[in-house]
């Protein structure tokens, strides 16, 4: 405490310019932020967790060859998400000031670590390097390659400074190469448990973009105002020799970029404010990507082309959700945790648009419109990785299986004293009938389980149903049961967002719904007339995705051959469900993908297997260990009431955070009731099946 008033009584009284010490910002922080005035208080770092770094650490085998894994760890989809070039975001310093010496640098993956990233090795580390320094790659067989579906080809990606997985450069040709994350930022990832670390391609991060991003500000001010760090960042951007012209113009353009970031954010704050929304806390391991790609496309990047918007083309970010795991999901007719995108490259590039690739909606050369530096054939290659070849051509003795992405096993070998860790054959054998009992009809048989396709035929998997033959090519697509939310029960946030928001979408982007999906897709529905250019934000952004997709296309001169491998026989089609729905999915590798429903709510695969006025209100997520036997994260008895410093504290309150429904519980049906009462033996037994899917 009196630590803490020292501090910001010296820092209140220096001002800015001045030296002041903040030995223990996270701390502060965390137990006395009363004592920081609130305009000081966005000048103070955020408390983050401690990282250990990791006894050892292991990539699980995913089916995917070590140099793919690498690449698309850092293989830019085109964007720019902080909104700096690369050179400064290397050249950045931690937001701390130090009396002596000098804080580490930004970049450093284990600083970045701390925001829940996950270190990863320069291009050219030695294969001593890789398995050190908790990398944790091994030299383990590797798995056929993957054949892609188009000639583009891809670009390299390189990791010239170390920076964690999901940091990518996206290089340029009319401007200074940029920073910005990639897929495996947000899809990559990682356990602790016991100092062992497992890294997990495709599985929700638990990274804390909230944080990163204030983190990344406070670093961007400090260096323009602490004294002597913007000399040492001028002179790591542009080299020791540069003369003091190059200089003058540098901290000319930094401090306007500052500005402009504090301006925009600002600008957010007001408009959210004035609008009587708020915004939900997301935390570590979740993100309302759906609203941030609306603001990003019909505001944030509509006013950067001089277009005029009104405010209420921005909207509050209240319906954070966990980072889904997306093994599988390309063979799902529908993506998203609402099932509303068909079409895999929308998705992917209408995510790349949301998380900030450049993008030209306006200005002078109506030539122009929609140019991005979207980068298509990156995104594709992605795609086909996460895919693999069609599990039914080619199925061998085994039947079908998906050969892209796979889904992660339980590392049974890892721990093999642990009674914690070990997965108990009797309990496997009852929880398999529990399985069929209770889940099979709605997230369908085992993706691979020869035991259970034996025992329960009628629910095999690869005869499901539900896989259907699309009409313009030979393959199946799993089309997984979609469960209206007045049934499931859970937070309807996330699944109103495409059917109640809505946007302007300025006249010069000449989006015509009825023209651009229905017709020219065969979406076969009557659209109603949005001449007004106010309109349905799902079916604007629809529109406006393909659009950035065509314009590469043209710019790329692709042949017909070319644009149709790339786009596949799936088209870009508003669902034609008529109420908010979640869509179920197959549960292979579900005992890695913790925290659980779509809005991260639930701990444990055990609380979820609870009846949900039981589960518990608060959890921490960020910094604790995996907990084997609930599968998820720990929680104390009664719920912890503080986390470690600097984690998350997940509270069932407020906008998008209910822990309710796809409740076991016995009584009259009521909605968001899915199944009987489990017994705690049941529970276990389930879980110990659940681990082997
Ligand atoms: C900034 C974080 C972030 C980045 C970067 C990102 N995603 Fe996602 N992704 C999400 C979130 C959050 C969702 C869930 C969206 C929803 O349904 O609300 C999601 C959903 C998905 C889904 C659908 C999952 C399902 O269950 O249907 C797929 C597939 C996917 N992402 C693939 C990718 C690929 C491929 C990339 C890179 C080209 C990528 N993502 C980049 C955060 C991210
Ligand atoms: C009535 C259909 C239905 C039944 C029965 C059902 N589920 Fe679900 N399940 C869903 C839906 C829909 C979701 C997505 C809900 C959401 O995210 O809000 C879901 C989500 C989940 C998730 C979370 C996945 C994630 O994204 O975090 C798990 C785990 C799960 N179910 C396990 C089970 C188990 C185990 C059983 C059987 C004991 C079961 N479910 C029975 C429909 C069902």
Redesign the pocket.
């Known amino acids: 405490m009196a630590i803490g008033k020292i501090i910001i009584g010296a820092l209140a009284a220096l001002g800015l310019g001045a030296v002041a010490l903040i030995e223990f910002p996270d701390e502060i922080q965390t137990y006395a932020p009363n004592l920081i005035p609130a305009p000081l208080a966005k000048l103070l770092p955020p408390p983050l967790p401690r990282a250990e770094p990791p006894r050892t650490a292991y990539w699980l085998d995913q089916n995917w060859r070590q140099a793919d894994r690498r690449w698309l760890h850092h293989a830019s989809q085109g964007t720019a998400t902080f909104q700096i070039p690369y050179s400064w975001f290397v050249a950045l310093e931690q937001p701390y000031i130090w009396l002596f010496g000098q804080p580490g640098m930004l970049r450093d993956g284990a600083f970045l670590q701390r925001l829940g990233f996950i270190p990863s090795p320069k291009t050219d580390a030695s294969a001593a390097e890789l398995r050190a320094h908790g990398f944790g790659w091994s030299s383990a067989p590797e798995p056929a390659p993957i054949e892609p579906s188009t000639s583009l080809g891809w670009d390299p990606a390189p990791n010239d400074n170390g920076l964690p997985v999901g940091f990518a450069r996206l290089k340029r040709d009319d401007g200074p190469d940029m920073i910005g994350l990639t897929c495996a930022a947000c899809h990559s990832g990682h356990l602790e448990y016991k100092g062992a670390s497992l890294r997990i391609d495709g599985a929700g991060a638990v990274i804390d973009l909230e944080k990163l991003k204030s983190v990344l500000e406070i670093a961007v001010a400090y260096t323009a105002f602490v004294p002597g760090r913007f000399d040492r960042f001028a002179e790591r951007v542009v080299g020791p020799n540069a003369s003091a012209a190059q200089k003058a113009a540098l901290k000319q353009d930094f401090l306007a970029t500052a500005q402009r970031l504090k301006n925009q954010d600002d600008t957010y704050d007001r408009i959210v404010a004035d609008s009587g929304q708020s915004n939900t806390l997301a935390g570590a391991g979740r993100l309302d990507a759906l609203n941030k790609i609306g603001n990003q496309v019909f505001y944030t990047d509509l006013v950067a082309s001089g277009v005029a918007v009104p405010d209420s083309n921005f909207h509050a970010t209240d319906a954070p959700v966990?980072f889904?795991p997306i093994w599988d999901v390309p063979w799902f007719f529908w993506a998203q945790?609402d099932a509303s995108i068909e079409q895999p490259l929308i998705r992917n590039v209408g995510e790349s648009m949301g998380v900030a690739a450049l993008l030209t909606l306006g200005g002078a050369d109506p030539a122009k419109l929609y140019h991005s530096s979207v980068r298509m054939n990156n995104l594709l290659w992605i795609e086909d990785l996460l895919r693999g070849p069609d599990p039914f051509a080619g199925a061998g003795a085994a039947g079908p299986a998906f050969s892209g992405l796979g889904a992660p096993k339980w590392p049974a070998a890892l721990f093999p004293d642990d009674p914690a860790w070990r997965i108990d054959p009797a309990k496997v054998e009852r929880g398999r009938k529990?399985?069929a009992e209770?889940?099979a009809?709605?997230?369908l048989g085992p993706v691979n389980d020869p035991e259970f396709d034996k025992s329960f035929p009628e629910r095999r998997f690869w005869q499901s149903k539900h896989w259907l033959t699309l009409p313009r090519s030979a393959e199946k697509i799993l089309a997984p049961?979609e469960?209206p939310v007045a049934?499931?029960g859970?937070?309807p946030a996330r699944a109103l967002v495409l059917s109640k928001r809505e946007v302007d979408a300025p006249k010069n982007l000449g989006i015509v719904p009825q023209r651009d999906l229905s017709e020219r897709w065969s979406c076969g529905m009557t659209l109603p007339d949005y001449s007004s250019g106010h309109m349905p934000f799902s079916l604007a952004l629809m529109v406006g995705v393909d659009d950035v997709i065509r314009k590469w296309m043209d710019e790329h001169d692709l042949s017909p051959a070319t644009r149709a491998a790339a786009l596949g026989p799936l088209k870009n089609c508003p669902n034609p469900a008529q109420q908010a729905i979640?869509?179920?999915?197959p549960?292979d590798g579900?005992w890695a993908?913790a925290p659980?429903?779509?809005?991260g709510s639930v701990p444990s695969?055990y609380w979820?297997?609870r009846p949900a006025a039981e589960r518990p209100r608060h959890f921490c997520v960020g910094a604790s260990d995996f907990d084997p036997q609930t599968v998820g994260f720990a929680t104390a008895k009664g719920g912890r009431s503080s986390c470690a410093i600097g984690e998350t504290q997940f509270t069932a309150e407020g906008a998008g955070n209910d822990n309710s429904?796809?409740s076991?519980e016995d009584g009259p049906r009521k909605p968001g009731v899915?199944?009987r009462a489990l017994s705690e033996d049941e529970r276990y037994d389930?879980i110990d099946y659940?681990k082997t899917l």
Do not use: A, K
Request: glycine fraction near 8%; charge should be neutral; hydrophobic fraction near 40%.
């Open positions: 966990s889904p945790y529990l399985y209770l889940c009809g709605c997230h049961p469960i049934e499931i859970t937070d979640y869509r179920t999915r549960l579900v993908t659980y429903l779509h809005n695969l979820l297997l429904g796809h076991f899915i199944g389930l659940l």
